[in-house]
């Protein structure tokens, strides 16, 4: 059972408009969420984070939307740069705590220049 | 400032052969954890480690997988008799804590013939 769903493999954009990434969560205990990049060949790095006490989370280009009553997140990058492709997965660990994230399969975005 | 730390970076090994996964934490983390990706999936959770100790390995599986973070050297993630389905990348991520941000290594790639 996939507690975090990422349903789109993948997206293109072009360079400056917007990017939106979305994710949809199962289980309803979920009170935090990220956001990893990763790039070909390396590591996931982290990216943002939201906790369930709110709505938005703001990071330069980057935003990230909870609707709790939905179970549904989404990133959001603008405006988007070419550096910015790559595969977003979207987290949340379920016992509150941060080690034993549950992934979604990931969106590949790629930014044409 | 060197990050976490695998090696090697990809693996071959026959079927039925043992494969050793290392890991090197971040200078001054003291926590361990490992996941695994399979093609077109996100990473899942194997097991969480503190140094000689093992704090969650509800992840692994059952038979063949072990994993070990010595008093001194790297985390040793191990699998005997490598079976086709083990190809995967698999991650090692390091904390300074519980519940504080997770940073991943580059993984190492396996691949069994």
């Known amino acids: 059972d996939q507690q975090v769903k990422q349903n789109s493999p993948s997206l293109s954009v072009q360079e400056g408009r917007i990017s939106i990434l979305n994710c949809d969560y199962t289980?309803?205990?979920?009170?935090?969420f990220l956001w990893y990049k990763k790039y070909p060949a390396e590591g996931p790095t982290f990216l943002i984070s939201?906790?369930?006490?709110?709505d938005k989370n703001e990071d330069g280009r980057f935003t990230v939307f909870l609707n709790k009553s939905a179970k549904h997140l989404s990133l959001h990058i603008v405006p988007s740069q070419p550096g910015d492709s790559a595969v977003y997965f979207c987290?949340?660990?379920?016992?509150?705590?941060?080690?034993?994230?549950?992934f979604g399969k990931g969106t590949k975005l790629t930014v044409n220049p | 400032n060197a990050g976490v730390m695998q090696n090697p970076r990809h693996l071959v090994r026959r079927r039925g052969q043992e494969a050793r996964l290392r890991c090197s934490p971040m200078?001054?983390?003291?926590?361990v954890y490992w996941y695994r990706q399979l093609p077109e999936e996100g990473l899942k959770f194997m097991v969480y480690?503190?140094?000689?100790?093992?704090?969650?390995e509800s992840g692994m599986p059952k038979e063949r997988f072990s994993a070990e973070f010595p008093k001194e050297g790297p985390s040793i993630l191990r699998i005997q008799q490598v079976v086709r389905g083990d190809s995967a990348a698999y991650f090692c991520?390091?904390?300074?804590?519980?519940?504080?941000?997770?940073?991943f290594g580059s993984g190492t790639q396996l691949s069994v013939l």
């Open positions: 991520a390091s904390s300074r804590g519980p519940n504080e941000k997770l940073f």
């Open positions: 289980n309803s205990m979920f009170d935090y």
């Open positions: 939201i906790s369930s006490i709110k």
């Open positions: 987290a949340a660990p379920p016992q509150g705590g941060s080690e034993k994230l549950v």
């Open positions: 200078k001054g983390h003291s926590h």
């Open positions: 480690l503190q140094k000689e100790n093992i704090i969650d």
